[in-house]
């Protein structure tokens, strides 16, 4: 239940205008108290209010549901207004104007874009007040309108920053990932380049000097392909990326190699190289 009212008076808090929307209720109106409240099944929650009666509530605290009329503003989903408790058919023996002392009452419910309904805005005063006015009313349900868009705002927004910030972080773990993997990958290479190293060491026939240049050269390039990724990790993660200037004399035998790779799995194609007969 605390949370309920500490996240409740954070959001209605969070709205710069709340303050004066209440001023001007009580300016216009002449009502002692007004707040704007946090209604559920079992709680009624002063998110933030004006006490010019000392009628004793402080922002956060709550009254019980039942004690209040709210609980069938949220069953009818429609306000109650009351101009002099003593003379109201209806409300004259209500036990919450008898509990809390009031005569006059205004209440208006503040429906979110998605039909619920979060709370009231209302207000209360010890004497009769002339609230059953087009005027009076427009402007209750006008603020309180405002104040359910100011709601809705922020979960988009909230929502928002919270997608940006999972995204931000999934993004940072497949940088970490990437970084992991690369620096994995150099010992299964190294080993590679190990083993090929001692065969060359070996008597071998000419094919298997021939295989052998081409794993070496693969194994290099694996090499150029780990220290690029772990180029792209550090430059992702804030380390930046090393950069030196190099021939590009050095293309050439590259490309070579990978002709050679590709002459080896598909002996039967046709592919050109700077060692091709012109």
């Known amino acids: 239940m605390a949370d309920v009212a500490g996240a409740a008076t954070a959001a209605i808090c969070r709205i710069d205008a709340v303050p004066m929307i209440l001023n001007v209720i009580c300016r ?5 108290f007004a707040a704007v409240a946090r209604v559920t099944d079992d ?16 922002p ?23 101009d002099h408790v003593d003379l109201d058919p209806r409300y004259s023996q209500h036990h919450t104007p008898k509990l809390y002392g009031f005569q006059s009452y205004i209440s208006v419910p503040t429906i979110r874009a998605d039909g619920s309904m979060f709370g ?27 104040i359910a868009s100011h709601l809705d705002a922020q979960d988009y927004s909230d929502a928002r920053d919270k997608e940006l910030i999972d995204q931000r972080q999934d993004a940072e773990l497949r940088e970490q990932f990437i970084a992991v993997l690369g620096h994995d990958l150099r010992n299964p290479v190294a080993a590679i380049d190990g083993g090929i190293r001692l065969l060359t060491k070996r008597p071998l026939d000419d094919k298997a000097v021939g295989i052998i240049k081409l794993i070496q050269g693969s194994v290099t390039r694996m090499g150029g392909l780990i220290d690029s990724v772990l180029d792209f990790a550090r430059g992702r993660l804030g380390g930046g990326i090393a950069l030196q ?9 590259l490309l070579d190699l990978i002709v050679a790779e590709l ?15 012109h």
């Not at 216009?28 to 002692?32: E, H, I, L, R, Y």
């Not at 039942?66 to 069938?72: L, Q």
């Not at 009231?120 to 009313?137: G, H, V």
Request: some cysteine; hydrophobic content about 40%; overall charge negative.
């Open 263 to 277: 002459r080896a799995a598909w002996p039967d194609c046709s592919l050109w190289s700077s060692q091709s007969p």
């Open 120 to 146: 009231t805005l209302c207000a209360i005063d010890p004497r009769p007040r002339q609230l059953k006015a087009p005027a009076t009313e427009a402007m209750f349900k006008a603020f309180a309108d405002l």
């Open 28 to 32: 216009t109106t002449g009502m002692g």
């Open 245 to 253: 200037q190099i021939s590009s004399d050095l293309l050439v035998p």
């Open 60 to 82: 956060g605290e709550e009254l019980k549901i039942e004690t209040t009329i709210c609980s069938e503003i949220q069953r009818d989903g429609a306000a109650v207004v009351i």
């Open 43 to 58: 709680q009624w929650i002063a998110c933030n209010l004006l006490d010019k009666i000392n009628f004793g509530l402080k």
